[in-house]
């Protein structure tokens, strides 16, 4: 052999050792990657979402940790989705304008879908249908729209129980108090400075049951529609409401929705 191709033969070992190398380092890095959980594609994507934490069944705290009937639905289609969610809490009348401030990503407490709320934020899907009901003290005499001639209505602020306590108080020349939670307005109730609370059906149910025989309550009349309830999520998000309204899909075609929904509403 003569020396050139022994040079020859050297340079070539050499340059097939260096290629055997990087790809034995490449393999080694994209191992250590998935076995850390940092592979890009298993990134969860965090998105922040606001939530009040008063108004059960949709949302309230058991030992200091939030759940509901909204907190467990979208906890579910961001596994769906592969979000990872980090929940805001506020007041109900701060949750449009956090979102038009892009503070939050997404909102979730029984929030209505109306038209003047579409015009500066976006809704998933529908979730639920609701309805709005009359609730006074037992004993009260009230059993009906009828009874109200001169009555005083309370309702929360910026929802659609307090347009329904507008029109009914200009109707029956009543008066309406707007308050901020529930809890509030049914003290009000309790100590005699209202005759009548108007709020969502479910929760007022779901009270209502809860306080078993122990309960002052009763709702009265019929049950007024209302809007169906989505997922508010800030304008120029639409991949998001997108990712959202996937999973809402897909949780509704496995049965899940069924199993989340039934947890907190069924009827047996």
Same mark, same amino acid.
């Given at each position: 052999m003569s020396k050139q191709q022994t040079k020859n033969r050297f340079f070539s070992r050499i340059a097939?050792?260096?290629?055997? /190398?990087?790809?034995?380092?490449a393999l080694v890095g994209c191992g250590t990657d998935e076995a850390n959980g940092e592979s890009t594609g298993d990134a969860k994507e965090e998105i922040?979402? +606001?939530?009040?934490?008063?108004?059960?069944?949709? !949302? #309230? =705290?058991?030992? !200091? !940790?939030?759940? /509901?009937? $909204?907190? %467990?639905?979208?906890?579910a289609i961001a $596994? &769906? +989705?592969? *979000?990872s969610v980090n929940w805001k809490i506020m007041k109900f009348d701060g949750i449009i304008p956090a979102l038009q401030a892009n503070q939050v990503d997404a909102a979730v407490s029984a929030i209505g879908i109306r038209d003047d709320r579409l015009e500066v934020?976006?809704? @998933?899907?529908?979730?639920? %249908?609701?309805?709005?009901?009359l609730v006074t003290l037992k004993g009260s005499g009230i059993e009906g729209e009828e009874d109200l001639e001169g009555k005083t209505i309370v309702a929360k602020q910026v929802t659609s129980s307090l347009k *329904? +306590?507008?029109?009914? +108080? &200009? =109707?029956?020349?009543g008066d309406v108090t707007k308050l901020q939670d529930d809890a509030t307005m049914y003290m009000e109730l309790e100590n005699g400075n209202a005759d009548v609370v108007i709020n969502d059906y479910p929760s007022v149910a779901y009270k209502i049951n809860q306080d078993g025989d122990d309960t002052q309550l009763q709702i009265?009349?019929? &049950? #007024?529609? @209302? %809007?169906? #309830? /989505?997922?508010?999520? @800030? &304008? /120029? @998000? %639409?991949?998001?409401?997108e990712k959202v309204n996937t999973g809402l899909q897909e949780l509704k075609d496995s049965g899940e929705f069924d199993e989340i929904y039934n947890k907190y509403f069924s009827e047996k």
């Open positions: 097939m050792f260096s290629l055997v /190398g990087f790809i034995a380092l922040t979402v +606001a939530v009040v934490q008063d108004y059960p069944p949709f !949302e #309230y =705290k058991v030992d !200091e !940790e939030l759940t /509901g009937f $909204d907190v %467990e639905l979208v906890e $596994d &769906k +989705a592969n *979000l934020v976006n809704f @998933s899907d529908p979730y639920f %249908e609701s309805g709005l009901s *329904l +306590a507008n029109e009914l +108080a &200009k =109707k029956y020349n009265v009349g019929d &049950k #007024y529609p @209302s %809007e169906d #309830y /989505g997922i508010a999520i @800030s &304008k /120029g @998000s %639409e991949g998001l409401v």
